[in-house]
């Protein structure tokens, strides 16, 4: 391949005239900012199972303790209406597995 021409340097343009200048505009910050609200994001869902602690039926409330590998917890929550009748079969010292929404558990089964 052959290298292309050198292009002929163009002609210095004029320089423009100046523009007038333009009128001053109100100032932004007069206007109050409205905050945009943004939705608050939907509560994660998950499943989570451990060995129920602590029981109160009547506040409708479970403490579950997790064993993992590296790292054990201890978690309470709320219980949901559908839930709630699940928990007259529970006692402390069972295995249960629950799904939870936010800190509401929303579905409660008994491994063993």
Avoid: C, H
């Amino acid at each position: 391949m052959w290298p292309e021409p050198a292009k002929p340097a163009e002609a210095a343009k004029p320089a423009e005239p100046a523009k007038p200048a333009e009128p001053a505009k109100a100032p932004e910050a007069a206007k109050p900012e409205v905050a945009k609200k943004e939705a608050p994001a939907k509560p994660a869902m998950y499943r989570m199972g451990g060995i129920v602690v602590a029981l109160d039926a009547a506040a409708k409330k479970i403490t579950i303790k997790q064993d993992a590998v590296k790292k054990q917890k201890k978690v309470a929550l709320s219980v949901g209406k559908k839930a709630a009748k699940d928990l007259a079969g529970i006692n402390v010292g069972d295995e249960v597995n629950v799904w939870v929404t936010g800190k509401t558990v929303t579905t409660l089964r008994k491994v063993f």
